[in-house]
């Protein structure tokens, strides 16, 4: 059974820090990762997908990647309110796009 | 915008009902999935679909089966309820046979077996 796992949190962060999230996968053949964002009681909204080991950075977010220790994170700077939410980390597996998602971090940003 | 339209968001059924959840999405996505969402265990595929009339079963597809039987609309249909299946159902769509492009979710159906 292929896998992906994420600490359920919740993650607390101040206003303003660097929340980091992360998730590894079983599989080592995964190729494509995904972070996505979900409000509650809304669907999950793409923040960032990443394809080659390091960095890729979209404004705030950092996603990082490390094949090798089947590993995936994202990084948040100067977090904010809106920013509390849980995140779900997703993996490609099998083709046609079909996603294995972890169970989600709760992150909660406080004033 | 691609949209991905859930008909009917709040469901509440009794045991042993017929339940029908439909989907529709509107940029000629081949691919379409049904998820259900449950505290602590995060999305499970239920089924895909990959073309008109394919499909192909996902981690959990007992209980359920799907149709499709035009392209933009994908049907997750639960033959005989169980309060088991309570939970959030998620439709997705995306193209190509891949792995790389990104997948868009509908707003959910929230289904209560009673």
């Known amino acids: 059974q292929k896998e992906v796992e994420q600490n359920s949190g919740p993650l607390s962060v101040p206003e303003g820090a660097i929340a980091s999230l992360n998730c590894t996968y079983s599989d080592r053949g995964s190729q494509s990762f995904f972070w996505y964002r979900q409000y509650s009681g809304k669907s999950p909204e793409l923040i960032m997908f990443i394809y080659s080991n390091g960095d890729k950075e979209d404004g705030r977010f950092t996603a990082q990647l490390n094949k090798a220790s089947q590993y995936v994170s994202l990084l948040i700077r100067d977090s904010q309110p809106s920013d509390s939410a849980t995140y779900l980390c997703?993996?490609?597996?099998?083709?046609?796009?079909?996603?294995?998602f972890g169970a989600g971090t709760r992150l909660a940003v406080h004033p | 915008d691609v949209k991905v339209t859930q008909s009917s968001r709040y469901l509440v059924k009794r045991t042993g009902e017929k339940v029908f959840l439909e989907c529709v999405q509107d940029?000629?996505?081949?691919?379409m999935f049904w998820y259900r969402q449950d505290p602590g265990l995060g999305l499970r595929l239920i089924y895909f679909?990959?073309?008109?009339?394919?499909?192909e079963k996902g981690d959990i597809p007992e209980g359920y089966s799907v149709s499709r039987e035009k392209k933009e609309r994908f049907s997750l249909i639960l033959e005989s309820a169980s309060t088991n299946q309570t939970s959030m159902y998620l439709c997705a769509s995306s193209f190509g046979q891949g792995n790389g492009n990104t997948i868009y979710f509908g707003e959910g159906s929230w289904l209560t077996v009673v």
């Open positions: 679909s990959y073309d008109v009339k394919m499909k």
């Open positions: 997703a993996v490609g597996s099998g083709g046609y796009n079909k996603l294995i």
């Open positions: 940029m000629d996505h081949e691919n």
